[in-house]
């Protein structure tokens, strides 16, 4: 459903369809897809309860993202291998008037994002297989290449590929506290970014991901 469904449905304004949709997010019992539908979450797709290591994993991660705004000055994300997708689970943005809003709910095909991009670098071949398989031979072969570059270099880059004026920069949080298959990203407007500054991001982004997963082993 879109938020003016929601209003509809429920006879209320489209700011407080908006709002009690961002707390069934937070909560798990919505997610946000990629064409901006709610859709059902984890909690009532009929599947396992979420695993408490996710919500462990936003409360760990938020000081860092904080940090990282802080330092970078744009919007930072932490996510979540979701199957072939990855679902952003927390958002620290930027006081920037022109910044990249708030991702928490989104979900989007791993392959094209920068935090998925990352996750999968380190994923099994399983995981490769499950999202290289559906694509054509050269778009298949070009992914397998660039997520090898991935794992070589440390972070991968999202270069409007999810959407236009938008580019993000994301590295995988080691497998850490019994959770594995999250990344952290920061995303900003496509004309602030530069080739010199994507290293600097990434560099920013390890130290990052390797505190939080310091943070999630020490409970």
Known sequence: MRVTDVAAR???SGSTAH???GMLVYRDFAEQLPDRRYGPGPVLRGGPPP??????L??????????LV???????????????DVRFVATVECDRV??????????????????????LALADEEQWAAVLDPLDDDTAARLARELRTVRRRGFA???QATEAGLTAVGVAVPAAGGLSGAAISVAAPTARCSRDLLPVWGAALIGAAAA?????DAG
């Open 10 to 12: 429920l006879g209320v």
């Open 19 to 21: 709002r009690l949709l």
């Open 51 to 56: 695993r408490a290591s996710v919500t462990r």
């Open 58 to 67: 936003r409360d760990v991660a938020l000081p860092h993202l904080r940090e």
């Open 70 to 84: 802080d330092a970078l000055g744009e919007t930072a994300n932490v996510m979540v291998l979701a199957g072939t």
């Open 98 to 119: 022109l910044r990249v809003g708030d991702r928490t709910g989104r979900v989007l095909p791993a392959h094209l994002s920068s935090g998925g991009k990352a996750a």
């Open 157 to 159: 880059v999202n270069d």
């Open 212 to 216: 939080i997963a310091r943070d999630l």
